[in-house]
T-cell receptor, first 113, second 111 residues
Framework: DTEVTQTPKHLVMGMTNKKSLKCEQHMGHRAMYWYKQKAKKPPELMFVYSYEKLSINESVPSRFSPECPNSSLLNLHLHALQPEDSALYLCASSQAGGSETQYFGPGTRLLVL | RKEVEQDPGPFNVPEGATVAFNCTYS??????FFWYRQDCRKEPKLLMSVYSSGNEDGRFTAQLNRASQYISLLIRDSKLSDSATYLCVVNGPGGYNKLIFGAGTRLAVHP
């Protein structure tokens, strides 16, 4: 089973709202990722968690706050977003420790008004 | 120079055609190479990993040339269902799990 699940599928929020995106995997993977993908562009890495610790932050604005409560779950907390943050947010997971494949969830399509 | 470069296409080919995509990468220290496929408004899905010896999976063949920093994907006997964007992916500087995606090559297979 190579399934990564994400909720919600779609999200519309105002610039003053606070919302969270959720990601879950039950493959025993120890690395989890957040990516942002704009239309007709490739995914861009935002954050990497390895063994539940933040290992990479690609200079993402603080209005995006990741959290990894346990090895199966990854959250992305959103606050005071801008319309240009509207995008597809993809979660991925992989085994940690080598040149492993990343498996992607279906994404959350976010619209900021 | 972009870290991973691909011809954006689109490649418009008839069913049954053979089509080849190329990709170049800039980081000579990269160790992991993949082709992902992404359908419109869907997530990227792994098509195949790419190994130095080359590898084949059914109608798909991937090749890696480390000296030239070049990766290729060959699709034989194209099907309508092969229509998608094909993303060349390489691990970047900063770690094996930091993947850099090419902009993708769009393939449209027509009847």
């Amino acid at each position: 089973d190579t399934e990564v699940t994400q909720t919600p599928k779609h999200l519309v929020m105002g610039m003053t709202n606070k919302k969270s995106l959720k990601c879950e995997q039950h493959m025993g993977h120890r690395a989890m990722y957040w990516y942002k993908q704009k239309a007709k562009k490739p995914p861009e890495l935002m954050f990497v968690y390895s063994y539940e610790k933040l290992s990479i932050n690609e200079s993402v604005p603080s209005r995006f706050s990741p959290e990894c409560p346990n090895s199966s779950l990854l959250n992305l907390h959103l606050h005071a977003l801008q319309p240009e943050d509207s995008a597809l947010y993809l979660c991925a997971s992989s085994q940690a420790g080598g040149s492993e494949t990343q498996y992607f969830g279906p994404g959350t399509r976010l619209l900021v008004l | 120079r972009k870290e991973v470069e691909q011809d954006p296409g689109p490649f418009n080919v008839p069913e049954g055609a053979t089509v080849a995509f190329n990709c170049t990468y800039s980081n000579s220290a990269s160790q992991s190479f993949f082709w992902y496929r992404q359908d419109c408004r869907k997530e990227p899905k792994l098509l195949m990993s790419v190994y130095s010896s080359g590898n084949e999976d059914g109608r798909f063949t991937a090749q890696l040339n480390r000296a030239s920093q070049y990766i290729s994907l060959l699709i034989r006997d194209s099907k309508l269902s092969d229509s998608a964007t094909y993303l060349c992916v390489v691990n970047g500087p900063g770690g094996y799990n930091k993947l850099i995606f090419g902009a993708g090559t769009r393939l449209a297979v027509h009847p």
